[in-house]
């Protein structure tokens, strides 16, 4: 057997820990409301000349999940979502999910509309399920309590940390203000002043810049793995405002924080150099996998840079559409099986090294970091 079809054929088997991941469409849903899913940077509906399915996603899917509906490879649009409703919506969600040879699923709980609870998705799927709580869903039901705070942030927060299923934190600053932010200390006179005055306009939802960095802060105190959304989103966000090189204020005081940078679609060099700068960084380029497709293999490349390979986690960062889980470790097994090939092909690795990193980036990395 040569490296190359032993290093796919590793790559094809290893279990993978999805650490960042949320439900999937189990209920039928409109073909509409499945293409819109489709998008991530719009918040609107494409124009009529424009299709979801002519882009590097629409054609992944066409090629990787067709051949699970028992069609070829590449089937038409329409062929596809006949054979989609002519199998129901549950029992699309199983094949997908199923096929994905997910181990373990850190499903983050922040946004839950339309989609499976985790316990239902590892049900479905096999593997274990597991929470990532939502520091601005903390700071919602914190500012609602009245009274202090700060006090009500850390009791809530300890609360949810202390429920079994929980192993992290996740914060989306990315979307509320972007990270370009004072990250000093925030005392809990200030948070509880600022937070008044959020409860008096409403207390819905969090933007305020210093109530966000105290609630980051708070999760980096409590000494969990705590998840940042960073780069690419919807356009929400400040794409520009998301470069993780701004965090590097919190970083110099806090370099063993275990923090996961999530995504960093296009800032994963930067990502990976902080991943080799402080002991704590982790990375992942996972939402954005699904959504170069075929260019996902040069992504992959990339992340494998400067970041030290036990630093780079892998994760779909599914949602919704359950084609999406299936894809994000379809991509990822078959893009690090090319890239780690090449390596050897070339001289650089051994093939015993490259298995080894493969099983480390699939599940070890997750396991140490979120202690599973
Ligand atoms: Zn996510």
């Known amino acids: 057997m040569g490296a190359a079809s032993s290093i796919r054929e590793h790559l094809d088997a290893v279990a993978v820990v999805d650490h960042h991941v949320h439900g999937a469409f189990v209920e039928p849903v409109s073909r509409a409301r499945f293409e819109f ?4 940077a719009s918040t609107v509906d494409l124009p009529a000349w424009d299709s979801v399915w002519d882009t590097q996603l629409g054609f992944a899917i066409r090629a990787r999940c067709a051949p699970l509906l028992d069609l070829e490879p590449h089937a038409d649009v329409d062929a596809y979502w006949a054979r989609r409703e002519e199998l129901g919506a549950a029992e699309v969600a199983r094949r997908l999910t199923a096929a994905s040879g997910t181990d373990a699923w850190l499903v983050d709980v922040g946004f839950t509309e339309g989609v499976c609870t985790p316990e239902e998705l590892a049900a479905m799927a096999g593997g274990s399920s597991h929470e990532i709580v939502r520091l601005e869903q903390v700071a919602e039901v914190a500012v609602a309590a009245g ?24 914060t989306i ?135 030290p390979f036990r630093k780079i986690l892998y994760s779909s960062d599914a949602y919704g559409p359950p084609e999406l889980h299936l894809l994000g470790s379809r991509l990822w097994r078959d893009g690090t099986a090319s890239v780690l090939e090449g390596f050897v092909a070339d001289g650089d690795w051994s093939e015993r090294d490259a298995r080894r990193v493969a099983t480390l980036i699939a599940a070890d990395n997750a396991r140490r970091l979120y202690r599973l």
């Open 147 to 170: 009274g202090s705070y700060a006090e009500a942030f850390r009791a809530e927060l300890a609360r949810r940390l202390a429920e079994p299923q929980a192993v992290g934190c996740k």
């Open 173 to 307: 600053v990315a979307y509320r203000t972007g990270f370009v932010l004072d990250w000093s200390a925030v005392a809990d006179a200030e948070a509880d002043a600022l937070a008044d005055r959020w409860r008096d306009a409403g207390g819905l939802r969090v933007d305020d810049p210093r109530l966000l960095v105290f609630g980051i802060r708070c999760a980096i105190d409590a000494g969990v793995p705590l998840q940042f959304h960073v780069g690419f989103g919807d356009r929400d966000e400040r794409l520009d405002h998301t470069n993780p090189m701004h965090l590097i204020d919190l970083l110099r005081e806090h370099p063993d924080a275990p923090i996961a940078l999530l995504h960093c679609y296009p800032f994963e060099r930067e990502a990976g150099y902080l991943a080799q700068g402080f002991a704590g960084v982790h990375m992942d380029v996972g939402l954005a996998i699904n959504y170069v497709g075929a260019r996902s293999r040069s992504l992959i490349a990339r992340s494998l840079e400067l970041a």
């Open 37 to 40: 899913a489709l998008n991530e």
